[in-house]
């Protein structure tokens, strides 16, 4: 059942129970208005509507009445209950309600009186209720639209535009835009599908995507959480098991809801790297986010730290509820033993945010791919690895000879222009290793960069070579932090690559 439906069933249900206060969360006024006129109609009863443009509306009456109040809807009510039983007054703009005031404290005495004249009163608003309010009643919340709505609101659209311009759009295109587009009200998906329709004279299966990116216009900006712009040359090296693996959940991301029910399963969560440095584990969030075709964005947990009380928390709650609004994506945590590391025993706004995080990535039913990677494995909280955060741990290590041979023929034709005969890249890799891919970028980039100021260099292999020797790799760098990488990735996660590393 739809959203929609679900929550016009249960306001339906208190309405003839007479309840009476009922809150109906939504942003989407419009929506509730449709649902209230529907319920008057089926249920024939009137409803009393309330909003300061139109004032009060009777839905659900013979004949189509207004009725000026002044501004002042509560004075309405009174008079109604007074004078006769079974009424019902919507309100749908109302402010004050949230704390303790003289306005909520009259409001609280309206519902005291529907309670004794068995009516309801019924207030549509996003914002929080005064407690004192909330237990004289019940909240039922209409969410966005579910993706059976989304994919029910574009073939609408569809049909009403079809025979004017050029629709390319396939029943498949639709239910995978029905996923990419979850979050958008009803008025932003008729909002981006006209733009869309407009823009390009038609919907073209090369402007689907378009439809994801306006997301960022739509949710306004969350510091914590940065949109990260994709490239369109992401091209990584090795990494096959790992590849593999994504292969296979990216069919299980974008399954339809009603299928993973079927089977009791969710979407993938996401998946931890841990490795060794400068191997390719930040370059993945990369990778996944163009291949998904979804959006990137990159979450600053340390920036979310404030100094005054539940100021962090409340941060933590805004950038997760973002986070869910502009799902689906890929949410990149870079060094995430890092971004917690002020969640230890004497920091209590530290493990409160850890506990809403942890939280979250349990049980967030949104479409969120995270790729949170770490360094060092032994400062991230064991909590991190309950089953049901993760879909998979997998361990990032030196590249082998064959990625090796890849990594440098991609980078030489990228920088140099140059393509090495399979003989001179097998010499290259014999001389690299040890190296991480950043320590082979860094020496391609250096002879790139003398290629640039010096254009009749013949980019040999030698030449290439002299640039590498110039370059410390990480195992003699840094020795101790490769070895308590390799030892741990071993024994405790899954290897990115099948190939033997050297």
């Given at each position: 059942m739809s959203n929609y439906a679900d929550a016009k069933k249960e306001i339906g249900t208190l309405i003839k129970a007479r309840m009476p206060f009922i809150v109906i969360q939504s942003s989407e006024r419009e929506k509730v208005e449709k649902m209230l006129s529907e319920?008057?109609?089926?249920?024939?009863c009137v409803i009393d509507y309330y909003t300061a443009a139109k004032q009060l509306v009777?839905?659900?009456?013979?004949?189509?009445t207004t009725t000026d109040v002044g501004g002042d809807p509560l004075r309405y009510g009174f008079g109604q209950f007074k004078r006769a039983k079974n009424n019902i007054l919507a309100i749908g703009d109302i402010n004050y309600i949230d704390s303790d005031n003289a306005y909520s404290r009259e409001f609280l005495n309206l519902l005291y009186l529907a309670r004794e004249s068995s009516s309801s009163v019924i207030v549509v608003t996003a914002d929080s209720i005064w407690q004192r309010l909330s237990v004289l009643g019940m909240i039922v919340k209409l969410d966005f639209p579910n993706q059976e709505e989304i994919a029910a609101i574009i073939r609408k659209f569809i049909a009403e535009y079809n025979h004017r311009f050029?629709?390319?759009?396939?029943d498949a295109d639709i239910e995978h835009l029905s996923i990419l587009l979850k979050g958008f009200s009803e008025v932003q998906l008729e909002n981006v599908l006209s733009e869309e329709l407009i823009d390009h004279n038609g919907l073209f299966k090369d402007n689907i995507n378009n439809m994801v990116k306006r997301k960022d216009k739509l949710f306004g900006v969350n510091n914590a959480v940065q949109p990260i712009k994709v490239q369109g040359n992401i091209n990584v090296a090795g990494m096959?098991?790992?590849?593999?693996?994504?292969k296979e959940k990216k069919d299980l991301f974008f399954s339809g809801e009603k299928l993973l029910e079927q089977y009791d399963l969710k979407a993938p969560k996401g998946i931890l790297l841990v490795g060794v440095p400068g191997c390719g584990?930040?370059?993945?969030?990369?990778?996944?986010?163009?291949?998904?075709?979804?959006?990137?964005?990159?979450?600053d947990i340390g920036s979310l730290f404030d100094k005054w009380m539940g100021e962090s928390e409340r941060k933590m709650r805004d950038s997760l509820r973002f986070i869910d609004n502009v799902s689906p994506c890929i949410l990149w945590i870079d060094e995430i033993e890092k971004e917690l590391s002020t969640s230890d025993s004497s920091n209590d706004t530290g493990n409160r945010m850890l506990g809403q995080f942890l939280f979250w990535l349990q049980e967030s039913c949104s479409r969120v791919f995270l790729v949170a990677t770490a360094n060092n494995i032994n400062k991230l909280p064991a909590e991190l690895f309950r089953k049901g955060r993760f879909s998979e741990i997998f361990f990032v290590g030196l590249p082998g000879k064959t990625e090796r041979e890849e990594v440098i023929s991609i980078y030489s034709e990228r920088a140099l222009h140059k393509h090495f005969a399979p003989d001179e890249l097998s010499r290259l890799a014999d001389i690299t290793k040890g190296y991480s891919y950043s320590d082979i970028e860094t020496a391609i980039k250096d002879a790139a960069q003398e290629l640039l100021l010096h254009p009749d260099t013949e980019m040999t292999v030698e030449r290439v070579s002299q640039k590498i020797a110039k370059i410390v790799p990480i195992t003699k760098n840094s020795p101790e932090i490769v070895k308590r990488c390799l030892e741990w990735g071993k024994e405790k996660a899954i290897n990115v690559s099948s190939k033997e590393a050297d």
């Amino acid at each position: 059942m739809s959203n929609y439906a679900d929550a016009k069933k249960e306001i339906g249900t208190l309405i003839k129970a007479r309840m009476p206060f009922i809150v109906i969360q939504s942003s989407e006024r419009e929506k509730v208005e449709k649902m209230l006129s529907e319920l008057a109609k089926e249920n024939a009863c009137v409803i009393d509507y309330y909003t300061a443009a139109k004032q009060l509306v009777s839905l659900g009456s013979a004949r189509s009445t207004t009725t000026d109040v002044g501004g002042d809807p509560l004075r309405y009510g009174f008079g109604q209950f007074k004078r006769a039983k079974n009424n019902i007054l919507a309100i749908g703009d109302i402010n004050y309600i949230d704390s303790d005031n003289a306005y909520s404290r009259e409001f609280l005495n309206l519902l005291y009186l529907a309670r004794e004249s068995s009516s309801s009163v019924i207030v549509v608003t996003a914002d929080s209720i005064w407690q004192r309010l909330s237990v004289l009643g019940m909240i039922v919340k209409l969410d966005f639209p579910n993706q059976e709505e989304i994919a029910a609101i574009i073939r609408k659209f569809i049909a009403e535009y079809n025979h004017r311009f050029t629709i390319e759009w396939t029943d498949a295109d639709i239910e995978h835009l029905s996923i990419l587009l979850k979050g958008f009200s009803e008025v932003q998906l008729e909002n981006v599908l006209s733009e869309e329709l407009i823009d390009h004279n038609g919907l073209f299966k090369d402007n689907i995507n378009n439809m994801v990116k306006r997301k960022d216009k739509l949710f306004g900006v969350n510091n914590a959480v940065q949109p990260i712009k994709v490239q369109g040359n992401i091209n990584v090296a090795g990494m096959d098991a790992l590849k593999d693996w994504l292969k296979e959940k990216k069919d299980l991301f974008f399954s339809g809801e009603k299928l993973l029910e079927q089977y009791d399963l969710k979407a993938p969560k996401g998946i931890l790297l841990v490795g060794v440095p400068g191997c390719g584990k930040s370059f993945c969030a990369k990778m996944i986010a163009k291949e998904w075709g979804v959006p990137l964005y990159k979450f600053d947990i340390g920036s979310l730290f404030d100094k005054w009380m539940g100021e962090s928390e409340r941060k933590m709650r805004d950038s997760l509820r973002f986070i869910d609004n502009v799902s689906p994506c890929i949410l990149w945590i870079d060094e995430i033993e890092k971004e917690l590391s002020t969640s230890d025993s004497s920091n209590d706004t530290g493990n409160r945010m850890l506990g809403q995080f942890l939280f979250w990535l349990q049980e967030s039913c949104s479409r969120v791919f995270l790729v949170a990677t770490a360094n060092n494995i032994n400062k991230l909280p064991a909590e991190l690895f309950r089953k049901g955060r993760f879909s998979e741990i997998f361990f990032v290590g030196l590249p082998g000879k064959t990625e090796r041979e890849e990594v440098i023929s991609i980078y030489s034709e990228r920088a140099l222009h140059k393509h090495f005969a399979p003989d001179e890249l097998s010499r290259l890799a014999d001389i690299t290793k040890g190296y991480s891919y950043s320590d082979i970028e860094t020496a391609i980039k250096d002879a790139a960069q003398e290629l640039l100021l010096h254009p009749d260099t013949e980019m040999t292999v030698e030449r290439v070579s002299q640039k590498i020797a110039k370059i410390v790799p990480i195992t003699k760098n840094s020795p101790e932090i490769v070895k308590r990488c390799l030892e741990w990735g071993k024994e405790k996660a899954i290897n990115v690559s099948s190939k033997e590393a050297d």
